[in-house]
């Protein structure tokens, strides 16, 4: 997710200094007995890995880990961060996918809330996830996303034969960031690698000057299903653009009809015409060089796909097509707060009609049967998302007591 748990002294510093119908999925066979890696819980997007860390006794201690390729520091939750023994200067040890790393407590950081309000819980509960990996360790690894598989592979160099078409990439020797070059728009531009963004996002700056010329890739304004991943309070998700890119190009690799949000001013349109394009700005300072965005799990998803991060290259095996439907719901966007949903703003389809009249911070309790209170972001999703012409139930829970609404589906493809 690429990250926005961005240090809130980052944001302070960079003010101070400016002044101012689903495509069907690939089918997944049985990894067999000898097979290297490990399995991987594919939760709203996300990466979920069970990573098993060295406690200062010299035992051990598992925990379910978000596997983020697009934040360059690893990350615990106190809790584990303390029981690690990080917070008296141990070093952080821990093995995944059947590969040993080890690192400094000094590059570890642990779990704060940052100024968007995110937090492993309010991503990820009811799963309890403690801890974010980064892939600042991976820089001497092959690293194998097989998607179809929902299987994660690390290696020395030259022990996996690579799969796929091979794609030059750049690595930030730091922090392991990778990017690499898209053909969209007429025109060549570096996106980061990132399995931790569950949708593709952008600049929003450059998605308006590609619309200025091609209008009718605009879908709707507002964030809006997987695009809407973070569900963050906050004017600079819930009021992106949401667009279609009708072909990109990876290397030789072509994919129709991308969805991609371009992400709204972080301090409004003033002040990010004083302050530039803050969030982004400060989060490609751990890429290899100036990108317009991430990669996510839209993208991600319908291959193989091999990073060598020594040699630089990339290898794109197509498992399946992009799903032109995939944010395919009811018009609303949606913010998280205390493991419970309210209705954060109305989304402005392209075509079709918003669900005008709908209360802004209502409590989303429902879709159809699924209650939302106990459930976690990708369930929550799935069970918004539809075909054009259907309704889902929405139960919502507001000042004047519940109400129920049945919710046209958008027709974003």
Not at 16 to 45: H, I, N, T, Y
Not at 139 to 168: H, K, N, Q, S
Not at 239 to 266: H, M, N, S, Y
Not at 381 to 387: E, F, I, N, S
Request: hydrophobic share 45%; aromatic share 8%.
């Amino acid at each position: 997710m690429s990250s926005l748990l961005l240090p809130r002294r980052a944001i302070l510093r960079a003010l101070l200094a400016s002044a101012v119908g689903p495509a069907a999925a690939a089918p997944r066979s049985r990894p067999k007995p000898d097979e290297p890696g490990a399995p991987f819980l594919f939760e709203g997007g996300r990466i979920l890995v069970e990573a098993v860390f060295t406690t200062p006794d010299g035992g051990s201690r598992k925990a379910l880990a978000f596997f983020n390729m697009g934040m360059g520091r690893t990350m615990l939750a106190p809790a584990l961060y303390t029981e690690l023994g990080l917070d008296r200067g141990a070093p952080l040890r821990y093995s995944l996918a059947g590969a040993d790393f080890e690192t400094g407590a000094e590059t570890v950081d642990v779990q704060k809330e940052d100024f968007t309000g995110l937090s492993l819980d309010q991503m990820f509960a009811p799963l309890k996830v403690e801890a974010v990996l980064s892939p600042s360790l991976l820089r001497a690894r092959v690293l194998v996303l097989d998607y179809g598989r929902r299987r994660i592979v690390i290696a020395e160099p030259g022990r996996i034969t690579p799969e796929g078409v091979a794609t030059p990439i750049a690595v930030n020797p730091q922090t392991g960031l990778a990017s690499v070059d898209v053909d969209v728009a007429g025109g060549r531009h570096a996106f980061v690698i990132d399995a931790g963004g569950g949708y593709c996002w952008m600049r929003g700056r450059t998605l308006a000057q590609w619309l200025a010329t091609a209008p009718e890739w605009r879908r709707a304004d507002g964030a809006i299903g997987r695009a809407n991943y973070n569900m963050i309070d906050f004017a600079f998700e819930k009021q992106g653009v949401i667009a279609r890119l009708p072909k990109i190009a990876i290397g030789e690799t072509t994919l129709d009809a991308v969805g991609v949000l371009g992400t709204a001013p972080l301090l409004g349109a003033f002040g990010d015409a004083l302050a530039g394009e803050l969030f982004w700005d400060n989060w490609q300072k751990s890429a290899p060089g100036p990108v317009v965005g991430w990669l996510g799990a839209n993208v991600l998803q319908h291959f193989r796909l091999t990073i060598d991060y020594p040699n630089r290259l990339s290898y794109w095996r197509r498992q399946s097509a992009p799903d032109p439907h995939d944010l395919d719901q009811p018009g609303v966007t949606l913010v998280r707060r205390e493991g419970r949903y309210f209705i954060g703003g109305i989304v402005r389809p392209a075509r079709g009609a918003p669900l005008d009249g709908l209360p802004i911070g209502d409590e989303l309790v429902a879709v159809n049967g699924l209650n939302a209170r106990e459930a976690g972001k990708g369930a929550v999703l799935a069970a918004l998302r539809g075909q054009p012409g259907q309704t889902r139930t929405l139960t919502l829970l507001g000042q004047g007591g519940e109400s129920k609404i049945e919710a046209p589906t958008l027709d974003l493809s």
